[in-house]
């Protein structure tokens, strides 16, 4: 087994995972550092969610290796649907749950109560705090699951889907809140089936069906080709504002203003 | 006033209402983390495998409470471990795991024959039956639960909302899980011989249910639940007495009585809410 790089805080060495007999992940090698902001990027059941979870420590590969920075701390915030809304569970108590670990007593201790305010506050859900979860706007929603993942103190943060469902506004919150996170020295690994709204967005893209297609800028990684082996679709890249643009079919976008094919 | 205090003239009478009290706020709030689960099913269909322990034991001629005790932990922990592979649902494990202990006690009935101690208080409860004993017991079940969920509030908590981020986290879900069904399997040995087998159900769900509809938090509902456990255990035994009928049915009805009220006032109050959140919404003219 490799060590780790300098800065390098997990690395996947050809994990192939699988629930069954059909694998979910085949020959994966990913390489994730502490200053890194990486969209994951694929279709349904193409492995993305596997994948944060051996990042997070939950699945086990059947083969290849994953390194670990030792004493690394990761925050994990679930995709939206897998959350159970009608669970008595007020904000603050949800993100109290990131301080169970090795606590007898029930009730907050005076420390935790100001990490606790002091995190919804830094994430503007303090007035939240005894709001039950449900009655939260999907925006809001995200922020206490982002705040039980910060309390944690990670190095790395783990998103599955953090915009799925969500308005035009919400996706522009959440991403800036992550960007702000980020230059605060977290590393972030989202997945997202958004290519234009999250992925063309972030420095770096991993393409996954199964194996990975491919991983770069998403101006390296988002050209048809790619796309097309990740996919199984043909998809055309426009480019706006100096950014790149997935369409499925260029002909009906031809007299859009202000785009044109990438490198006409 | 003197006509409510009369039973309590009876020692038998004393002793019941202990019990009922007592396994209500047990049953309340052991059921909380029953009805948290989805697994609402599981206090009946537990009550039953462990009846199925209750048979084997009579006929070994073994303690009862070690014989069906055993039975129902290991019916609990193989519901457990069944439900943690995903392969089928928790219903599903609850459904085959318990149905075929409870066919199992009652194939050795038809085998053997009934022989020991009845069947019938164990199906339907004999709650005026108990002694000082049984009080003794429940009283203690009673204790060591709520220690248990004292000291593991929070590991049980984070299991019961979110076990893939809580095992993340470095909790142990597994053993929490584990620990859960022993509680629930103590629970149900502790209440079998006062609620009976087919109250038990009832006893666990409805004061969690109930809970629920009336607040958001966790810790309230724990509490009170827990509350509302004891209260119908109270009420029903002292109603049962007054109107003639079996305790344990009169306390499940008390409940479910409760339960139609708070469902009924819930959603009143939901339109309510509904209909000032709208008023506050419309465009002023």
């Known amino acids: 087994m490799t060590s780790l790089a300098v800065g390098e805080l997990v690395g996947l060495d050809r994990v192939t995972c699988s629930y069954g007999p059909d694998p979910v992940l085949v020959n994966v090698d990913l390489s994730v550092g502490a200053d890194q902001f990486t969209g994951i990027v694929g279709p349904s059941g193409s ?27 990761v925050g994990y915030v679930p995709q939206v649907e897998t959350v159970n809304w009608s669970f008595p569970v007020t904000v603050s108590e949800c993100v109290l749950m ?13 420390a935790e109560r100001a990490e606790v305010d002091e995190i919804l506050d830094r994430l503007g859900i ?26 944690g103190r990670p190095h790395l943060l783990l998103m599955d889907e953090p915009t799925s469902g969500v308005d035009v506004r919400t996706r522009h919150e959440v991403l800036h809140l992550l960007d702000d996170l980020h230059h605060d020295g977290l590393g972030v690994i989202l997945t997202t089936h958004d290519l234009n709204g999250i ?32 996919y199984g679709a043909r998809m055309e890249i426009l480019e706006h504002g100096g950014m790149p643009i997935v369409v499925d079919d260029y002909a009906s976008h031809d007299n859009v203003v202000g785009l044109k094919r990438k490198g006409a | ?23 209500g706020a047990l049953c309340g709030l052991v059921g909380v983390y029953v009805v948290l689960k989805g697994m609402s099913y599981i206090g009946h269909g537990l009550s039953h495998a462990i009846f199925g322990g209750f048979a084997a034991s009579a006929l070994l001629g073994v303690n009862f409470v070690l014989g069906a005790g055993t039975w129902g932990v290991a019916s609990a922990l193989m519901i457990n ?64 639960v709520s220690a248990v969920v ?43 011989q006062v609620l009976g087998v087919t109250l038990i159900a009832a006893t666990l769900v409805i004061p969690a249910t109930v809970a629920r509809m009336l607040t958001y938090s966790f810790s309230r509902m724990l509490l009170l639940a827990t509350g509302i456990g004891a209260m119908t255990g109270f009420v029903g035994m002292n109603l049962s007495y007054h109107i003639d009928v079996q305790s344990g049915p009169t306390i499940v009805l008390v409940g479910a009585s409760l339960f139609a009220i708070v469902f009924a006032a819930s959603g009143r109050r939901g339109r309510m809410r509904a209909a000032r959140s709208a008023a506050s919404l419309s465009p002023t003219p």
């Open chain 1, 47 to 73: 492995g993305k969610t596997t994948l944060l979870r051996v990042l997070l420590g939950t699945v086990t590969p059947i083969a290849g290796s994953v390194r670990r920075r030792p004493g690394l701390r």
């Open chain 1, 98 to 110: 990131a301080r169970t670990r090795g606590r007898m007593l029930p009730w907050r201790s005076r």
């Open chain 1, 126 to 151: 303090a007035a939240l705090a005894d709001r039950h979860i449900r009655r939260l706007s999907g925006g809001q929603q995200q922020r206490v699951f982002i705040a039980r993942a910060m309390l």
């Open chain 1, 199 to 230: 992925a063309s967005h972030l420095p770096h893209l991993v393409c996954l069906n199964t194996a990975v297609i491919g991983a770069g800028a998403p101006r390296d990684v988002l050209t048809p080709d790619v796309l097309e082996r990740t």
């Open chain 2, 1 to 23: 006033m003197g006509e409510l205090l009369l039973p309590y003239d009876f020692e038998f009478f004393r002793n019941g209402v202990i019990v009922a009290t007592l396994a």
């Open chain 2, 81 to 144: 471990a069944v439900t943690r592979r995903r392969l089928i649902g928790a219903d599903a494990a609850i459904g085959v795991i318990t149905t075929a202990s409870f066919a199992l006690g009652l194939a050795l009935f038809a085998i053997f024959g009934r022989r020991g101690q009845s069947f019938d208080a164990a199906l339907f409860g004999s709650i005026l039956g108990v002694g000082t004993d049984d009080v003794l017991a429940i009283a203690g079940v009673t204790i060591l």
């Open chain 2, 150 to 192: 004292f000291f593991a509030y929070r590991p049980l908590l984070f299991t019961t909302f979110d076990p893939e981020v809580a095992e993340a986290s470095g909790v142990p879900t597994a053993r929490v899980d584990a620990l859960l069904m022993l509680v629930l399997a103590a629970t149900i040995l502790a209440t079998m």
